[in-house]
């Protein structure tokens, strides 16, 4: 059987020598890279200093057994997404059981099938492969943190409530020096202008949950709690603005468009969760708080300054950060007055 | 009771190839000596532990190669051991004599 798989990068562990060949030679064949280790002990230190796809995990051995290497593996957040197949003989079967409730990936009865074991292998390998995939992918609108969650809760529809801060940025205008605006150009803008944006609310671990045109929404403190929200949030609207000047100055010297946005951020209880179908959904907040935020980032432009807060974010920040009581305002559709704050750059 | 399966090794060099059949053996017959020097060992120590996970290495391996009754002698003491008795009167013994023919009918089937 030639290999119509990826190789992977595996670690055999089994006290036993004859054992050792036998899961060795028969994947080696199939393209993949195998490394051996004949103690539980000796594998957690080559998997601590090496990548590995995947384990094959003998249960039976000196120095430190597999179930104890399969703990360990779990307790380790470099290590807990690594897929470990065991290996055993057919009266340990309650060892196996044990394993694989705890988390073991899959497992192989001794003698070892080479047919079978290749199937298991190749499975997890793809598994992982796909699972690695979604990762990046998640990544790619979350931060690490929210990202492992979300891989480790698996996602489902539904809501809860959380403590939460939200922001909503948009465009207020945008300054032409052209006189024909030309499109590649505006989307181009665009772009570059949500990269700068990501990399500031990212960075200061929040998520963003909805770009619409020119605007976004993003959410600090959920789905992973965070004590540090409000600050959080207001360090990543001062960043964005700090970005967004950076940005006008080479837009200028190139004598292209240049925008002014405006940012608002409420923060409070709220609804969070998967809003969607099974095959497509966003992580999202509904409720007052949001509805609030809108609000505020819409009033940025009457109050003249970018960036406008509400009184419980504002409780929430550090002295460091200057800002500036607004008083009350009511906004549309609410019936009491919100008490505004402006950041100070 | 045939020493070795002939289906069971058949279907391993079947699987295995022919070159991984001889390396598989030569593994064995190198590592199988020290397993019965430990069973030796850990017995005179009392060492149930020791005892039963050599026990269990050469039971895994016989059932590797079809050695059915070499398999089912050392699986007789790796049970023993687990229930911490190393009471096993001559069995050690007979398991010795088990592996050396084992061991001549594999040098034989080396291909």
């Known amino acids: 059987m030639k290999f119509a798989h990826e190789p992977g990068h595996l670690l055999v562990v089994d006290d036993n020598k004859v054992n050792r060949i036998l899961l060795a030679r028969g994947l080696e064949q199939d393209g993949h890279k195998i490394e051996t280790a004949e103690n539980g002990r000796q594998a957690l230190e080559m998997l601590k200093r090496d990548a590995f796809d995947l384990v094959l995990l003998d249960i039976e051995m000196p120095e430190m057994n597999g179930y104890q290497v399969l703990e360990a593996c779990l307790q380790d957040i470099e290590l807990r997404n690594l897929p470990i197949i065991m290996t055993s003989s057919l009266d340990e079967i309650d060892s196996v059981i044990k394993c694989v409730e705890l988390g073991a990936e899959d497992y192989l009865n001794k003698p070892i099938n080479p047919i079978l074991l290749r199937a298991r292998v190749n499975a997890s390998l793809e598994k992982k492969r796909l699972r690695d995939e979604q990762r990046k992918l998640i990544r790619t609108f979350a931060t690490r943190e929210v990202a492992e969650e979300l891989m480790r809760e698996g996602f489902s529809l539904g809501g809860r409530y959380v403590d939460a801060t939200v922001m909503f940025s948009d465009i207020r205008s945008y300054t032409t020096y052209s006189e024909n605006e030309d499109p590649a150009e505006i989307i181009e803008l665009l772009n570059n202008y949500f990269a700068l944006m990501f990399d500031a609310i990212t960075g200061h671990h929040g998520i963003i949950n909805q770009m619409v045109g020119d605007g976004l929404m993003a959410v600090f403190g959920a789905p992973v709690q965070r004590e540090d929200r409000c600050e959080q949030s207001v360090r990543a609207a001062l960043e964005m603005m700090e970005l967004l000047e950076g940005f006008n100055q080479e837009q200028a010297a190139q004598n292209k468009t240049q925008i002014q946005i405006g940012i608002g951020i409420a923060s409070g209880r709220m609804i969070a969760g998967y809003a969607g179908t099974q095959h497509r959904a966003t992580y999202t907040c509904v409720g007052d708080t949001v509805n609030l935020a809108k609000r505020i980032e819409e009033h940025t432009k009457q109050a003249g300054r970018p960036i406008l807060i509400d009184r419980f974010t504002r409780e929430g920040l550090p002295e460091d950060i200057q800002v500036e009581d607004l008083g009350e305002t009511i906004f549309k559709g609410k019936h009491q007055a919100i008490n505004i704050f402006a950041v100070n750059k | ?111």
């Not at chain 2, 009392?46 to 895994?60: G, I, L």
């Open chain 2, 1 to 111: 009771m045939p020493v070795i399966d002939k289906a069971t090794f058949e279907e391993l060099k079947q699987m295995s190839g022919e070159d991984f059949i001889n390396e598989l053996i030569d593994a064995f017959l190198d590592d199988a000596p020290n397993m019965l020097n430990n069973l030796r060992t850990a017995l005179a120590a009392k060492d149930v532990e020791s005892f039963r996970r050599n026990a269990h290495s050469m039971k895994s391996n016989a059932n590797t190669f079809g050695a059915t009754e070499l398999g089912a002698l050392a699986k007789e003491l790796e049970f023993m051991a687990k229930e911490n008795n190393l009471d096993i009167g001559t069995r050690l013994e007979v398991l010795e004599e088990a592996y050396g023919k084992v061991a001549e009918e594999l040098k034989g089937m080396r291909t």
